[in-house]
């Protein structure tokens, strides 16, 4: 089927998306102030107006930067976060509207990497610059006089009033250099040895190294969740460059090896083990650091089928419920038909991720995809799986619902990166038509 022929179905299908999106984000925000104060809330006109120019702006900077992309990844998103940003209005309503504006400078920053990258294979012409700036964003936290420390991990950078967290872009620049780096020696990295093609001693090298990277982060700054983060996807990364398993085999025994280190010297991760662990115990449940974790199960026993409503709950009674606990209290007030339609959504978007990766020709396109999917996927599964006490919490916000204006602009340019590669090269108008 030629591109011309593709394109109408491919407008028809994101603009249709998007529209359901829109309704959906809307029609959430008038039912959490029905169920707060039996009315729609007063702003909700405006609201409406607002999330409509920021949906409809990023729909036409793809309709024109970008029109071969694939549909379904812009209205997902969308969708995401117009449902963050209602429940942020439910629990935080004082800081719903900042929320709502750290939204819209999201897209302006996704409609900015479209403006700016024409074409995906650009960054594969610097490497190492790209390389050092993620570095230096990973460690910033620790410089002296601007990096502080908030609840036990070093993740934050203070500029005069303005607060960020510049790991959440350093993550995305360290998998735009691990693409290129692998795409450019997938085949020496592939080259193994023995029965079962193991990998060669000095292949190991750029394994090693980024785990000794993200023992420094932990280390460093405290943080188990970006640790875990930058360590699994590069593995997931090496494996899908070389297309050998013992590459997987040796991360996993890498990562065990590290958690073991990370549990042995830091007492803050003995008391994460220790809660996930002991969480519903009677005579810790009361207190601030189990008892968390227990209301979260509350809540998420409490939504039952069909939840209580929104605006209904009672989800204040968990400690940090905008950030870390967020899909706790879309269980209470949404039930299991809502979190399943909310990791349906992050599935969708994974899946078409994923897709974008497997389609591409080129390998650093491939590994690009691929990499910003697996990143948005771990830490969908960390959050997700620390809340309904799978593994112990680790502290990562759920992407484009959470509370936190770092992660929702870092998402969204992520997500600029992965509809850049999936459309391909921009090619003017006139240049089309010829």
Do not use: C
Not at 155 to 162: D, E
Not at 182 to 189: M, N, Q, V
Not at 344 to 363: C, P, W
Request: aromatic share 10%.
């Amino acid at each position: 089927m030629s591109t011309t022929a593709t394109l109408p179905a491919r407008t028809r299908t994101g603009l249709g998306l998007l529209v359901l999106a829109y309704l959906a984000s809307l029609l959430a925000y008038g039912l959490v102030g029905l169920g707060l104060r039996g009315r729609v809330p007063n702003d909700l006109g405006a609201y409406g107006i607002g999330l409509a120019a920021a949906f409809v702006g990023g729909w036409l900077a793809i309709r024109w930067l970008a029109p071969r992309a694939d549909p379904v990844l812009f209205p997902v998103a969308a969708l995401l976060g117009g449902i963050g940003l209602a429940m942020l209005y439910r629990l935080r309503p004082t800081v719903a509207g900042e929320q709502a504006t750290w939204f819209v400078l999201g897209v302006a920053a996704f409609v900015a990497v479209l403006f700016v990258i024409r074409d995906h294979r650009q960054l594969d012409a610097y490497t190492y610059t790209i390389g050092l700036g993620g570095l230096v964003l990973l460690l910033l936290p620790i410089v002296p006089g601007i990096g502080h420390e908030e609840n036990g991990a070093r993740l934050w950078v203070q500029l005069g009033r303005f607060q960020f967290q510049p790991a959440e872009f350093g993550r995305i620049l360290i998998v735009i250099f691990l693409s290129s780096y692998l795409a450019g020696r997938r085949e020496l990295l592939a080259a193994g040895i023995g029965r079962f093609g193991s990998p060669r001693a000095k292949d190991l090298g750029p394994l090693l190294l980024a785990w000794g990277a993200s023992l420094a982060v932990l280390f460093l700054q405290k943080d188990l969740g970006a640790s875990l983060l930058l360590f699994g996807v590069f593995v997931v990364m090496l494996w899908v460059a070389t297309g050998r398993w013992p590459y997987l085999a040796i991360g996993i025994a890498l990562f065990a090896l590290g958690a073991w280190i990370g549990y042995s010297a830091f007492a803050h991760v003995q008391a994460r083990v220790d809660i996930w662990l002991h969480a519903l115990e009677p005579d810790k449940v009361h207190s601030f650091g189990y008892g968390q974790l227990a209301q979260s199960w509350f809540a998420l026993a409490s939504g039952g089928l069909v939840g209580t409503g929104l605006g209904q709950g009672s989800p204040d009674l968990i400690p940090f419920v905008a950030s870390d606990f967020i899909f706790s209290a879309i269980g209470e007030e949404l039930g299991l038909l809502g979190t399943t339609a909310v990791l349906l959504l992050y599935l969708a978007l994974i899946g078409r991720g994923l897709r974008v990766g497997l389609e591409r020709s080129d390998a650093f396109g491939t590994l690009l995809a691929i990499g910003l999917t697996t990143t948005l996927a771990l830490q969908t599964f960390v959050i997700v799986g620390g809340v309904t006490r799978l593994i112990p919490l680790t502290g990562l916000p759920l992407p484009l619902v959470s509370y936190g204006g770092t992660s929702r602009i870092a998402t969204m340019v992520a997500l600029a990166l992965l509809v850049r590669v999936s459309a391909g090269p921009w090619v003017r108008t006139r240049d089309r038509e010829r």
